[in-house]
């Protein structure tokens, strides 16, 4: 069985799935739900899809859109498109009309594929942009109708590193969409570390986050190129997940901070054969200590938590089975990954000292497309012209090169010429038995110029008022870090892979009586 090798030569993708089809045609690749595919099906359907798209004259480097929820059917399209050498841009189809509008705007599609779920926040139809349909629920023509006939074969297309392989539209909590071009090149980095990680083609990966999300495709990726297999979660749901871990006996996964949390509450979780695991992966959002020190005591296999950017430039690596004592650290920096901290004024920090994080690596968005200006402002160059992409994160490294994160630089709140670190004040809340989860943001101030206000999701069947936890935290921090307001919420709102939507909080607050 071919599988790459950490040190071999750049193979395109679609070339690796067309491998495993010729050597293991009947083995499973993707699984969701009812439906599934064999490699030597997935192979046939990715040419017929390429195929299909020359045909339309769609030429290597322009893009699709795929905006709907995970299927089968999306995957191969994805994979598809790739062996024809188009890029592919996954849209959220939870994303505002606005958004998706601008998106689309953006990325400058040829095509544009849809399912039921997107429908109700799509654009008025384009007849510039025909939109084909994934299922018989949205408008636009039938998928089946729009593929050529099986036995269809595209026109070789030659892959090279720096084309594009997908732009993935992050907006993170600034709610303006950014296309992050993600070239092959990049995906490779990907592949060749996941030799460490036990990927083969007797594993299965299960996914509950969505195929737009660069936090999906780290493991999706991967798991194809080593020829395993597959299982996509349409929508997550905690014991379901559960169950499909147990009946298609999972070694691998990628879930985000939030879904460890609900899937570690589950009264039923120690119900679940769950010995097959070989790793779990984390990556997207802060992922507390004590949470890693659950999901190692009671979850077998190791647990890894990735961090870096969607843009790339750098990841930092923890395996958290490895070095219990540092689970209040993102880890050391991967191996090829240069990582650095810098000032506000761009200069370098010696060891010790806080600072921004930037990165380079071979795994680096080529910029965000169509926006140059953007581009400039998230890339740093050291005193040679070597390039990184600044973080936005502020972080300090201890003496054994472990990465502890203190903030989000645009999270920090001034007050009064001080900076508070509302990741410090959210540290000291979750510690009252009242509070289940909680966010600090800045909100502004005529004396102070910003001051911090806490939105708290008390515990079930907790009785404590908005005002005891206040008058609780207060005497507990710095005069300069007192909270000016508590609220208790519901819950605090979130994107799809987990972080919470901050800039919504102080609109909130903001426009609250």
Not at 134 to 158: E, K, T
Request: net charge neutral.
């Amino acid at each position: 069985m071919t599988t790459p090798a950490p040190d071999a030569p750049f193979r395109a993708l679609p070339d690796l799935i067309a491998e495993h089809a010729r050597q293991r045609p009947g083995h499973p690749a993707l699984r969701a739900e009812d439906d599934a595919l064999s490699y030597a099906e997935l192979d046939a359907l990715m040419d017929r899809i390429a195929a299909t798209l020359q045909q339309d004259g769609i030429q290597p480097g322009q893009c699709i859109v795929i905006c709907a929820s995970p299927s089968v059917r999306y995957a191969a399209l994805f994979m598809g498109a790739l062996r024809a050498g188009v890029a592919v841009a996954p849209l959220a189809p939870s994303a505002t009309a606005d958004a998706l509008a601008s998106m689309l705007r953006d990325a400058g599609a040829r095509r544009l594929f849809v399912d039921a779920d997107a429908q109700p926040r799509l654009p008025a139809p384009d007849p510039a942009l025909p939109r084909i349909a994934l299922d018989g629920a949205a408008s636009g023509q039938a998928f089946d109708d729009w593929l050529a006939p099986a036995g269809a074969r595209p026109r070789p297309v030659a892959i090279t590193p720096d084309a594009a392989f997908n732009i993935i539209y992050s907006s993170g909590t600034t709610g303006t969409p950014k296309g992050i071009v993600q070239p092959h090149g990049m995906r490779w980095a990907h592949i060749r570390r996941g030799a460490t990680y036990g990927y083969g083609p007797h594993g299965t990966t299960l996914l509950a986050t969505p195929l737009y999300s660069n936090t999906t495709l780290v493991v999706f990726v991967p798991t194809l190129a080593y020829g395993g297999c597959v299982v996509l979660m349409p929508k997550f749901d905690a014991l379901r997940y559960l169950q499909l871990a147990q009946r298609h006996r999972v070694t691998h996964t990628m879930l985000v901070p939030v879904q460890y949390q609900r899937i570690m509450a589950l009264p039923q979780f120690g119900d679940f054969d769950l010995s097959a695991f070989r790793h779990k992966f984390c990556t997207s959002a802060p992922f507390r200590a004590e949470l890693k020190a659950d999901v190692l005591a009671r979850w077998p296999g190791g647990l890894t938590e990735f961090y870096g950017m969607t843009e790339g430039g750098g990841t930092c690596i923890l395996d958290a089975h490895l070095h219990p004592d540092k689970l209040h650290t993102v880890g050391r920096p991967a191996a090829g990954s240069d990582i650095r901290l810098i000032d506000e004024a761009g200069r370098e920090l010696p060891a010790g000292q806080a600072g921004e994080v930037v990165g380079h690596s071979a795994g680096m968005m080529t910029g965000y497309h169509g926006q140059p200006e953007k581009t400039r402002e998230a890339e740093w160059f050291d005193a040679t012209g070597k390039r990184f992409i600044r973080t936005g994160d502020v972080g300090r490294f201890d003496a054994d090169g472990f990465l502890t994160l203190i903030d989000r630089r645009k999270d920090m709140i001034i007050s009064g010429g001080f900076n508070i670190y509302p990741s410090d004040l959210e540290a000291l809340l979750r510690q009252h038995p009242a509070v289940h989860d909680v966010a600090v943001v800045g909100v502004p101030s005529g004396q102070w110029g910003e001051t911090p206000v806490a939105f708290v999701v008390p515990n079930a069947g907790a009785t404590t008022t908005a005002a005891e936890l206040k008058d609780w935290a207060n005497p507990r921090v710095g005069k300069t870090q007192r909270l000016a307001d508590l609220r208790l919420v519901a819950e605090l709102p979130r994107s799809a892979i987990g972080k919470v939507l901050k800039r919504e909080l102080r609109e909130a607050y903001g426009a609250a009586p």
